[in-house]
């Protein structure tokens, strides 16, 4: 595991923000090198459903990069989608994804899974332990109760 300082959802979310909003920012750019990571079913009966979330988070991320270099801020700002993992809809293959985009490919941020249960086992088991940020599409009501940081 590297030994980048991870930023909480909120922080990597504020900094985006911050960093697109004002020419102003320009300026006062923040070095920041942010590594996406997607986690969900791009295989079996959810895998459509998971091939278009794939390409949509692949599409914002390529928005966000264009805005980045639109502003000039290219240079200290660095944003990207560096893998796209099959959970296969199932805990087990989720983890195992999981553990591979924190360990292989050290990601800041996760955009998955939309199965709850899969959200919260590798929340639990990978994600939080190693202070990434994960974005989910999972509705059980468990998922605001978990403990974070």
């Known amino acids: 595991m590297s030994e980048r300082t991870r930023l909480s959802a909120a922080g990597i979310t504020a900094l985006l923000l911050a960093a697109t909003a004002a020419p102003a920012a320009a300026q006062e750019a923040p070095e920041l090198d942010l590594d996406y990571g997607v986690l969900v079913a791009l295989t079996g009966d959810a895998g459509v459903a998971g091939q278009v979330w794939n390409h949509a988070t692949q599409s914002a991320i390529d928005h966000i990069g264009q805005t980045v ?23 087990t293959s989720g983890i195992e994804a999981a553990k591979k985009l924190a360990e292989v490919d050290d990601v800041d941020a996760v955009i ?4 709850s249960s899969v959200s919260i086992a590798i929340f639990e088991s990978v994600f939080g332990p190693a202070g990434i940020a994960q974005f989910t599409g999972g509705t059980s009501p468990a998922i605001t109760t978990m403990e974070k940081d």
Do not use: R
Request: hydrophobic letters at 35%; aromatic letters at 8%.
């Open 112 to 115: 998955g899974d939309f199965f």
């Open 69 to 91: 270099e639109e502003m000039g801020l290219s240079d200290s700002i660095s944003v990207e989608l560096v893998a796209s993992e099959d959970s296969q809809g199932n805990q």
